[in-house]
C-alpha cells in the first residue's frame, strides 16, 4: 500500500469511522502546556488525557513539545500537522485514534535556544515532563542535584546555553521572571519516586548558584508537584506503522503503541491555572507517595525484575519472561511475599488484586517490549524498584531472598557485557563502563565482584551496602545467575527454604 496518503489534518475528514479522530476544533486552539521528552510515552498518556479533556472541557491548553535529546521530531511531527495515531494493543484487539493535542515540536538538541523560547513564553502556565530518570542529574541514593555531572558542570559555566533539564529550566524560569514574571508548574512525569521533589531540588540547586534572587522568585512562583503516570507504552515497531496503513488505509510515521490501561495521580500542589485533567481521569490528592510506592514497586518491580532475568534466561520480551511458569511463579511469589509487606495502604486498591492485575497486563501479548528496552538505565531505576523495598525490609527483619535476586540479576546483566564475559549483548545505563571494567579487572570472583560494585554510592547508600544479609545474598545471587544455568539457579531459590544456603552451579566464566 506504498500509494496510501500520509496523516495530515486534510486527511481527517476521510479516514474510516472506526479511527477515533479529535472532538474539538483543533484551528481554534492556543498553546498553553510544554512538554519535555516527546517520546512515545508522552504521546500515549498526557497528550491522550489532554485530547480528551479538550473534547470535554475546551481551553487554551494545546501542548507544544520539546525535544533536548534525540530523536528528532519536529519535521516528522510537522509534516503530519502534528497529528499521531495512538494503537492501542490488547492480545488480538488493535484500536486507533487520533492525538490531536499537541500543536507543535520544537527540535533542541543543538541548542537550548528553541526550548527557552518555549519555556519562557508567558502563555504557557503548565511544563510536564517524560524526560527519564538520568534526565534529572540526580544522584540516585539521595535524590541531590549531581554537581560533578559534564551537563552541570557545563551548564554553571555557561548558564545562558544550557544543556541539562536543570539548567534548561532554571534559565527559563530566570527569562520568565525578567520579562513578565507570570508563575508556572512544573510536573514531573516520571518514574522516580517523590519526582516533584526531586524536580524542586535539582532545579533549586542550581539556581541558588545563580544567585538568592532567582530562588526566592522561584519559592513565590513555581510548584513542583509530584505525579504517578502509568501506562504500557513499547517502542513503536515498522510492524505497527504497518499496521495503520494495511488496517485504516493511511501512512503515519509517528505511530505510538499502548496497552488500555492508564492512570495519572498528581499530587494537588499548582501555580496559576491548571488543565482540569480530574474530568477525563486522573486524579488530584494530597499526597502521592501511596500511589508512586505501589506503583513503582509492584509493577515496575516486577517489569525490572522479568527484564534482566528474561535476558538471562534467553527471553526476548516481557510477555516471553512471564509465560514461563518459572519466572511467573517466581515474581509473583516476590511481589506478595517481600514486596508487599512494605507498602502503605492505598486508598480504593486492594493489594494482591493489584499484583494480579499488573501480572495480566505484563502477560499482554501484543505489547512487544523488549527486555533490553526496560533494562535500559537500569541504575537509575533500582533504587526505588528494589532497593527501599529491600531497606525496608531489612529493618523489620524480614527476609530479603526474592528482591535480592533481581538486584544480582541487574548487576549480571552489566557484568555480561564486559570484554571478560564476551560481551554477551550492548547495555545502556550510565553505570555501564564502570561496571564493565570492574569485572574486566576481577573476572568470576563473585565475592569480589559484589564488594566492588556495591561500594558505588551513587547507587547503593553505605548502611545497606554494609549490611551483611544483603552481601551475602547479592554475592549468591551473582554465583548463580553468572553461571551456566541461570535459570536453574532461579528454580532454586523458588524450591529452597527462606534464607536457606543455596548451592552454586557451575560457572561460565
Not at 161 to 180: D, F, K, T, Y
Not at 249 to 276: H, K, L, M, T
Amino acid at each position: 500500500m506504498s500509494g496510501s496518503e500520509s496523516l495530515a489534518s486534510s486527511l481527517l475528514g476521510r479516514l474510516p469511522s472506526e479511527v477515533r479522530k479529535p472532538a474539538y476544533d483543533r484551528a481554534a486552539l492556543k498553546p498553553g502546556i510544554a512538554h519535555i521528552g516527546v517520546g512515545a510515552f508522552h504521546r500515549c498518556h498526557q497528550a491522550e488525557y489532554t485530547d480528551d479533556l479538550l473534547a470535554k472541557d475546551f481551553d487554551r491548553w494545546g501542548l507544544v513539545g520539546i525535544n533536548i535529546r534525540p530523536p528528532l521530531l519536529a519535521d516528522m511531527l510537522g509534516r503530519q500537522d502534528s497529528l499521531y495515531t495512538r494503537l492501542i494493543r490488547q492480545n488480538d484487539e488493535v484500536e486507533a485514534r487520533i492525538i490531536g493535542s499537541i500543536v507543535g515540536v520544537v527540535d533542541s538538541q543543538e541548542s537550548a535556544a528553541p526550548a527557552l523560547d518555549v519555556l519562557a513564553f508567558p502563555d504557557i502556565e503548565m511544563v510536564t515532563m517524560t524526560v527519564t530518570e538520568k534526565g534529572y542529574c540526580h544522584i540516585p541514593s539521595s535524590g541531590a542535584l549531581d554537581l560533578d555531572h559534564p551537563d552541570i558542570v557545563h551548564d554553571l559555566a555557561n548558564p545562558e546555553a544550557p544543556r541539562s533539564v536543570p539548567g534548561i529550566l532554571a534559565r527559563a524560569l530566570e527569562l520568565r521572571m525578567v520579562s513578565h514574571g507570570r508563575p508556572v508548574t512544573l510536573l514531573s512525569c516520571d518514574n522516580i519516586p517523590t519526582n516533584g521533589t526531586i524536580l524542586s531540588n535539582v532545579v533549586r540547586a542550581f539556581a541558588e548558584r545563580r544567585g538568592r534572587k532567582l530562588a526566592d522568585w522561584i519559592d513565590a512562583n513555581v510548584a513542583f508537584p509530584s505525579a504517578m503516570v502509568d501506562r504500557i507504552a513499547p517502542a513503536t515497531t515498522g510492524a505497527d506503522i504497518d499496521t495503520v496503513e494495511q488496517r485504516f488505509g493511511y501512512r503515519d510515521a509517528a505511530v505510538v503503541v499502548s496497552e488500555r490501561f492508564r492512570q495519572w495521580v498528581i499530587e494537588n500542589r499548582f501555580a496559576g491555572r491548571v488543565p482540569r485533567w480530574e474530568l477525563v481521569g486522573a486524579s488530584f490528592v494530597d499526597d502521592v507517595t501511596p500511589f508512586e510506592h505501589l506503583k513503582m514497586r509492584v509493577l515496575n518491580g516486577a517489569q525490572t525484575t522479568l527484564s534482566y532475568l528474561g535476558v538471562l534466561g534467553g527471553f526476548e520480551h516481557t510477555s516471553d519472561a512471564i509465560a514461563n511458569p518459572l519466572l511467573a511463579d517466581f515474581v509473583r511469589r516476590m511481589l506478595t511475599e517481600e514486596t508487599l509487606p512494605t507498602l502503605m495502604p492505598v486508598p480504593g486498591i486492594t493489594p494482591a488484586a493489584y499484583v494480579e492485575q499488573c501480572l495480566s497486563r505484563l502477560a499482554n501479548t501484543a505489547i512487544r517490549h523488549r527486555n533490553h528496552q526496560i533494562a535500559t538505565d537500569g541504575s537509575q531505576k533500582i533504587v526505588q524498584r528494589l532497593l527501599n523495598p529491600i531497606r525496608d525490609r531489612l529493618a523489620k527483619g524480614g527476609s530479603i531472598e526474592l528482591l535480592a535476586v533481581p538486584v544480582g540479576g541487574w548487576m549480571a546483566y552489566l557484568i555480561k557485557a564486559s570484554t571478560r564475559f564476551g560481551r554477551a549483548w550492548q547495555v545502556s545505563d550510565p553505570f555501564a563502563e564502570k561496571i564493565a571494567a570492574i569485572a574486566d579487572r576481577i573476572g568470576s570472583n563473585s565475592k569480589l565482584l559484589a564488594d566492588a560494585i556495591l561500594a558505588i554510592d551513587a547507587i547503593f547508600e553505605p548502611s545497606l551496602a554494609a549490611n551483611a544479609t544483603f552481601r551475602a545474598h547479592i554475592v549468591a545471587n551473582l554465583d548463580g545467575l553468572l553461571s551456566n544455568d541461570p535459570m536453574g539457579f532461579v528454580k532454586q531459590v523458588c524450591s529452597g527454604p527462606t534464607d536457606a544456603p543455596l548451592k552454586q552451579p557451575a560457572r561460565s566464566a
